[in-house]
């Protein structure tokens, strides 16, 4: 059943992800609250959200007394500490992805949220995407029959390398760390868990010192998935295309909503999620037929999250889920590293 008094929020971090995204997707749902925000810019944050309350210590802000759910949208090496103090003090936990730098750590917080009876979820948020809804609903629906092949990128056009933690070196620094969660993840829903990985990481911009293009290719027995991200692409190409015994999906542009928050639209919104963009089908017989995309919300994802805590559905995106990401994103970095195909173990 419904909570009589919504959930209270504390929001870890006021930079891209959690003004962007995190503020407003909360903000959206009725049975939350967002309480708190810990920002060192208390004039940023009242700038958007006047009676929200600003501590500048993150870690005080994690544990604090009154606050039922903590969403951490802090730099990736800072995801760990926090997440682990919060649920250390019976708080519910959301990390932004990925989840944690190491894999041991991820693991230790499965196991302290499993020993304090707390939800732990990752902000997979992309499982909300316009793009990726239409793929999947296509798929499901069996309309290229037996997946053989999926191509998944995510490429931007920033020539000039910016001094920010993301392209900096460290934890879970590099485009990999930035972009390859939402890539890996949305395979791994689509296409279940790969037998083995190979990769490529490069630093093409002039005064990188981390990845900004990196291309993995997961394989599940003879099937493939080759997923691409780059920051060096004028002109991206297409956003998913799907080979299978019955056709081809090709879903063209990506979805719109990150470019809609930061233009103001909320959830809710005439416009919000639209995706003017269809789905191609070409079919086996030569004809092609094209298929309005999927409406994205990935508000969904936090209205999910209020339900599970209410006991009323399971957990939008389950640390496991979020480990088994993990786990193919270090094994891509073994691969490309040492320059040979690596074997995932089977999941038990």
Request: proline share 7%; charged share 25%; with cysteine.
């Amino acid at each position: 059943m419904k909570p009589s008094v919504p959930v209270r929020v504390a929001l870890i971090g006021y930079g891209f992800a959690g003004r962007t995204f995190h503020a407003p997707l909360i903000h959206a749902v009725s049975g939350l609250s967002l309480v708190r925000v810990a920002s060192r810019s208390q004039a940023t944050v009242h700038r958007d959200l006047p009676d929200v309350a600003v501590e500048p210590d993150p870690m005080r802000a994690a544990v604090s007394p009154d606050v039922d759910l903590v969403v951490i949208a802090a730099p990736n090496d800072a995801h760990y500490p926090l997440a682990r103090a919060a649920l250390q003090a019976g708080k519910h936990v959301v990390v932004d992805k990925p989840m944690t730098p190491r894999l041991e750590e991820a693991t230790d917080l499965v196991r302290l949220a499993h020993a304090n009876g707390r939800l732990l979820a990752v902000f997979h948020n992309r499982r909300w995407d316009s793009d990726f809804l239409s793929v999947r609903e296509a798929i499901r629906k069996g309309a290229v029959g037996d997946v053989w092949h999926l191509e998944s990128r995510i490429e931007r056009f920033r020539p000039e390398v910016r001094d920010r933690w993301r392209e900096r070196p460290g934890p879970a620094g590099g485009l990999w760390w930035d972009l390859g969660p939402h890539v890996v993840d949305q395979a791994l829903v689509l296409l279940g868990w790969p037998d083995t990985v190979q990769a490529s990481f490069a630093m093409q911009r002039a005064g990188a010192s981390t990845d900004d293009w990196a291309h993995v290719v997961l394989g599940f027995g003879e099937r493939r998935a080759v997923l691409h991200t780059s920051m060096t692409a004028a002109a991206s190409g297409a956003r998913f295309v799907v080979h299978g015994r019955a056709g081809t999906l090709v879903k063209e542009r990506a979805d719109r909503q990150e470019s809609q928050l930061i233009a103001g639209l909320r959830p809710g919104d005439d416009d919000w999620g639209v995706d003017p963009d269809p789905l191609v089908w070409h079919k086996a017989d030569g004809s092609i037929e094209t298929v309005p995309a999927t409406r994205g919300d990935q508000s969904q994802f936090y209205v999910e999250l209020c339900s599970a805590l209410a006991g009323e559905r399971a957990n939008p995106v389950p640390p496991d889920q979020a480990v088994r990401v993990m786990r193919v994103l270090e094994a891509a970095i073994e691969a490309a590293s040492q320059r040979r195909t690596v074997e995932l173990p089977q999941l038990d």
